[in-house]
Each structure stands twice: as structure tokens, then as C-alpha cells.
């Protein structure tokens, strides 16, 4: 019955003609891109605005940051997409089955930046995964990482803020997804499941192999374009025009007080903020650019990147299907926990 | 008569996986019947982890993301 691999995949002799393709769009995209802050400079000047007002910075920033951003993204994306066609949720899960917690959630919270995730699949995957035998506490970190240290917000990150912003936030990152998931295992919550979830055995069902070549790997590249860059545009644009009116219009005495490192309080304060304020990693980060160059401290400004991203209502909505209340209060209070040990250790260390 | 499922909670993309099938259906004039499986119970039974997923005559084909039409004329004709 196993006619589904009959048809060989044969190497398309317009491959030649992809690589060259994408080797010229990148070279397009480098053209570009260097030309933004020329072409910034000139679109401002052409507004009736006096340069050194308020109104004048913000619309500076905008017109710099919106196209940067969104090229930005769009090579991230585009890279990201092709690394991603090396994994699968599926895959990810039997890297997993079976495996200690420590070195498991390790592995997990590393598979969770790589392994293709939509948020629609959170529960599939949730009960995929526990159900197939990945110890709950893996799944977790699996769960906290793969939307908190995302592509889109290291490679935002990287490009706005600097790469040693990016590498902490990847490392603090992985870091508390580790520590979460394994704190979650260790307190053995299995029975706050709900309890259908622990009634499903998972079939364990193999996929046909699915051998794909490297055009076909360009090719999810532009569609994983296509797909997010289509989707958060919208969001993008918002966060820079948040993020211009905070660069043009905020004093930056203000938020040094507000935010800066001497208010301790101004931490927790952040992350209680973050919950309820819903967006994704590529609209936040200009918001994080601008705040960060308005003197808010570090650890303060991530430990609200974290917030937003990690701890948001909707997902826990979409949890609630599958654990108990008290299981998801232990996971937020797990989480939020390690956001703040991540914004005091920064506001310790680099002020 | 091929008989297909689609598995997902109802999400765009199942619903937009789910018209895919059909379509390629009747471009190919190949008989099916399209069911949706929403239970999150029936769906981790075959064994998926990311949807939507496939199951063409009870035996899985396709899970995560879109399917391409391609792989969908392999399937419902194999």
C-alpha cells in the first residue's frame, strides 16, 4: 500500500537556477539595505518638519527603523525557514521521548528555537509529546523557549540592540526555559494534568521519510516569508511607531528614573505589565530600542521583552485545555520567576 | 473512494488544508470524503504532533504545515 514514495524525488535541473536566485536576492538585499539611512535622511527632509523637534526625531526614526526592520526580518525569516526544514515537530518529539530531564530539558529548549511551531499547534504538540513519553517538565521547556527565544527576536535583537544584547537574551533565554521546565518536573505535576490528557496514547505513527532537495528547502524558505512577514507586518509597524513616539516625545531623564536601576520595583512592575499586553517578538523589539536608548536599564527593558512574549493570556487560554488552573498558575509563577531573576542579574551586571 | 482526514483543532490552515484536499480531488476526478478531526484526543492517537495532518485511508501521509499540492496528487492517487 506504501505507494506514496514511488514517485522518486529527482534532482529539478532548474536548481542551478534557484541558487543563482537566491544568491542574487541577497546580494539585492545587502544593496539595499545599505542604503537605508541615506534614503532615511532624504524622506525626512522632505516633511514640513523642523529638524531638532519632536515631531522630526520621531519621523526620523520611523522612516529609518520601519524599512530596516522589515528587510530585517525578512532575511532572518528567509534563513530561518530553510534551517527549519531540517526539523519537524515530529523528529524534535523523538529526540525527546525517554530522555532525563537535565540533559532532556537542555535538548528541549535548544529544539525549541529550530522546530517549526504555530501557536495553533500548542495543544497537538503538548499532548504529542507528553503522551509519546516526553516527560512533562521537558515539554515545558520545549514550550517556553520555542516562542521566547525565537528567531525574529535574536535576529532583531542582533541587528537594533547589539549582539551582545542578542547572545544574553538568547542565553538568559534558553536559561530560564531550562530551569522553568526543570523546576516543573521536579515538583511532579503529572496528576494536575487534565484527565483525559493522560488518558491519550499516542499512536507513534512514522511519517514517509520526505527527502527534500535544496530547492525545496529555498522554497519553504520564501513561504515561511510569506507566512510571517505577511503576518506581522501589521505588528511591526505598530511597535516602531510606539517605539518613535517614545524616541521623539519621552524625555530621557524620565524613564532613567521610571525604569532605570536604581527602582528595583520597576522589574516586577515590568513583568506584571508584560501579561497582559499581547505581541509578537518583531513589534516589541523597536519598543525596546527606543526605551533602552532612553536610559531604561537592560535587565529591566528584556525582563518586559520576556513578559510580553512568554507569559501572554491567549497562550494560557489555549493551555487551559489541557492542564488543571493550578498547573497553569504554577507554570506562570515558574516563569515570571525566572523573568525576574533575568531582570535583576542584568540590572546587576551591565546596568 | 479514497477517505481522508484532516487533523486539527480548526485552525485557518486545517480549514485551508481540508478545501486543498477537495480541490485536488476533483482536478485529479478522484472520489473522496473529507473529514475533519478536531478531538485533541482522536488527533494525538495517530500519532501527530504538529497540525494539520493527513491520514489518507487510515494511514498517515502529512503532518505541519500545508501540504503541497504535488504530495497531495501522490497521496489521494496511490
Not at chain 1, 13 to 32: E, N
Not at chain 1, 156 to 182: D, E
Not at chain 2, 58 to 78: C, F, Q
Amino acid at each position: 500500500m506504501s505507494t506514496v514514495d514511488l514517485l522518486p524525488t529527482r534532482p529539478s535541473p532548474r536548481t542551478g537556477l534557484w541558487l543563482a536566485g537566491t544568491a542574487l536576492f541577497v546580494v539585492g538585499w545587502v544593496l539595499v539595505y545599505s542604503q537605508l539611512a541615506p534614503f532615511a535622511a532624504w524622506a525626512v527632509s522632505l516633511l514640513p518638519l523642523e529638524p531638532g523637534s519632536h515631531a522630526y526625531e520621531a519621523a526620523a526614526f520611523f522612516l529609518y527603523d520601519a524599512p530596516k526592520v522589515l528587510l530585517l526580518l525578512t532575511l532572518v525569516v528567509f534563513a530561518m525557514g530553510i534551517v527549519r526544514s531540517f526539523f519537524s515537530a515530529e523528529r524534535t518529539r523523538a529526540l525527546l521521548a525517554g530522555r532525563r530531564e537535565g540533559a532532556g530539558n537542555v535538548a528541549a529548549a535548544t529544539l525549541g528555537i529550530v522546530t517549526p511551531f504555530c501557536s495553533c499547534s500548542a495543544v497537538p504538540l503538548f499532548i504529542g509529546f507528553v503522551s509519546a513519553g516526553v516527560p512533562l517538565g521537558v515539554t515545558f521547556s520545549f514550550l517556553i523557549a520555542a516562542p521566547m527565544v525565537n528567531e525574529v527576536a535574536v535576529g532583531l535583537l542582533f541587528a537594533l540592540v547589539g549582539w551582545k544584547i542578542a547572545l544574553a537574551y538568547l542565553g538568559f533565554g534558553l536559561g530560564v526555559a531550562i530551569l522553568a521546565g526543570w523546576v516543573i518536573g521536579r515538583l511532579h505535576l503529572e496528576h494536575w494534568l487534565q484527565d483525559w490528557v493522560r488518558n491519550v496514547r499516542a499512536g507513534t505513527a512514522e511519517l514517509p521519510a520526505n527527502e527534500l532537495t535544496a530547492v525545496d528547502r529555498i522554497k519553504a524558505g520564501i513561504d515561511a516569508v510569506r507566512d510571517i512577514v505577511g503576518k506581522v507586518w501589521k505588528w511591526i509597524i505598530v511597535g516602531i511607531a510606539a517605539g518613535a513616539l517614545i524616541h521623539g516625545y519621552v524625555p530621557a531623564g524620565l524613564l532613567a528614573e521610571i525604569m532605570g536601576r536604581e527602582a528595583w520595583w520597576s522589574v516586577p512592575a515590568a513583568v506584571v505589565l508584560g501579561v497582559p499586553m499581547y505581541s509578537n517578538a518583531a513589534g516589541i523589539i523597536p519598543v525596546v530600542e527606543a526605551l533602552i536608548g532612553k536610559g531604561a536599564a537592560l535587565g529591566t527593558v528584556l525582563a518586559f521583552m520576556m513578559s510580553v512574549i512568554a507569559l501572554s493570556l491567549p497562550e494560557m487560554i489555549i493551555l487551559r485545555k489541557v492542564l488543571t488552573v493550578k498547573l497553569v498558575a504554577v507554570f506562570v509563577a515558574v516563569v515570571a520567576t525566572g523573568i525576574l531573576a533575568v531582570g535583576f542579574l542584568f540590572n546587576a551586571a551591565f546596568g | 473512494m479514497k477517505e481522508v482526514k484532516v487533523l486539527g483543532p480548526g485552525c485557518k490552515r486545517c480549514e485551508t488544508t481540508a478545501e486543498m484536499v477537495r480541490t485536488e480531488a476533483d482536478r485529479l476526478g478522484i472520489d473522496v470524503t473529507v473529514e475533519k478531526i478536531t478531538d485533541y484526543a482522536e488527533i494525538a492517537g495517530y500519532g501527530v504532533a504538529s497540525t494539520p495532518g493527513i491520514v489518507v485511508d487510515g494511514k498517515l501521509v502529512h503532518a505541519g504545515g500545508l501540504p503541497k499540492p504535488d504530495d497531495l496528487a501522490r497521496w489521494l492517487s496511490a
